[in-house]
């Protein structure tokens, strides 16, 4: 009998096949990856024009803006006041329950037994809730960690201006203070609409920021090269920081937790300002400053994982995007409210 011929793919096109596949993958990989970062960075976009939603509604029922951390005692991380900007925002985020739910009357902290911890039970309620529109899609850095008596808290990516940096305030303070700043929304701020002469197209409201790896703080040591994922600060507590001071080796303790808590007032969490460029490649540079009850001032930039830049939210509400490469006097100049800058085109 006869038999017919057996057809089929030898070794050597198999392996062609194999390779023409690879090819395609390797030429449409980056693409999807390109496609889907568009996807987050437009989400993230949407975020902070609710965000600006949110402001100017806020101004329209108070007249003011909110400020980012009221103080009231010696003491603001154990007074009454230590309330972000993103906590007055969420009843006009469609966070009603969550605000609802707080306590802003209580102390975000208090001694129980020998450690601090967040003193009303239902603010650590709200410390544990993650707000998906207070996060940026393209920050994968969700392990902030735990602690304040919070099995595992709630970050934001999203940041209030306190100013330029560059302002001593009027009582002789410190370079970076969160008190008398230049911006929009600091501590005991009231800042109305009226107050942004600058015009608010050209006034910073809000910016983005990384969040931490939420491991284990070191101490003692100089800042490595890559400062996207921690922030430092100085183990020492001078009454100003300084280029000097920011530049010094071994005057280190270097922080994993920026960005931790949504609804803290503290600098490491809810603000930013202007001195650094953004995704500036120098560190976060924080000290506590003993003459403010250990209030913490310094330089914090704008962050992000975007490629090239930062989304800045501006006072009129209008979300632009800043290259790192925009000139330095003009990011002073979006920093301030009333600087009276010409920022031109950027």
């Not at 430092?232 to 507590?237: C, H, K, R």
Request: aromatic share 8%.
């Amino acid at each position: 009998m006869r038999t017919g011929a057996r057809h089929g793919f030898t070794l050597i096109e198999l392996l062609v096949v194999i390779a023409i596949i690879a090819v395609l993958v390797a030429l449409l990989l980056p693409a999807v990856q390109q496609a889907r970062e568009a996807a987050r960075r437009s989400s993230c976009k949407n975020n902070l024009k609710q965000l600006g939603l949110a402001l100017h509604n806020y101004e329209s029922i108070h007249s003011v803006f909110p400020p980012n951390m009221t103080p009231g005692g010696t003491n603001y991380r154990y007074s009454a006041g230590n309330w972000g900007v993103l906590a007055h925002l969420s009843p006009l985020m469609d966070q009603a329950g969550v605000y609802g739910l707080m306590n802003l009357e209580s102390p975000t902290y208090c001694l129980v037994g020998s450690a601090y911890e967040i003193c009303d039970p239902n603010n650590k309620l709200a410390a544990g809730m993650t707000i998906s529109s207070y996060l940026c899609p393209s920050d994968h850095g969700r392990s902030v960690g735990s602690g304040y008596g919070v099995a595992a808290f709630g970050p934001a990516n999203y940041v209030a201006n306190l100013g330029s940096g560059l302002k001593v305030t009027a009582s002789g303070n410190q370079h970076g203070s969160p008190y008398d700043a230049d911006g929009v929304m600091y501590a005991d701020s009231s800042i109305r609409l009226a107050d942004i002469t600058d015009g608010t197209s050209n006034t910073a409201a809000m910016s983005e920021t990384l969040l931490g790896e939420g491991t284990t703080s070191s101490s003692g040591a100089t800042p490595p090269a890559d400062p996207s994922r921690v922030y430092a600060y100085l183990d020492t507590y001078p009454s100003t920081v300084s280029d000097a001071a920011c530049l010094a080796p071994n005057r280190w303790n270097l922080d994993q937790h920026r960005g931790f808590l949504w609804f803290s007032g503290e600098m490491r969490n809810s603000s930013y300002n202007h001195y650094y460029l953004p995704n500036d490649k120098r560190w976060d540079c924080i000290t506590n400053a003993a003459a403010l009850g250990y209030t913490a001032i310094g330089w914090k930039a704008a962050r992000s994982l975007h490629n090239g830049g930062v989304h800045l939210l501006l006072c009129d509400g209008s979300v632009r995007f800043v290259t790192d490469s925009v000139d330095t006097a003009v990011w002073h100049g979006l920093g301030t409210r009333s600087g009276n800058e010409d920022v031109g085109e950027y």
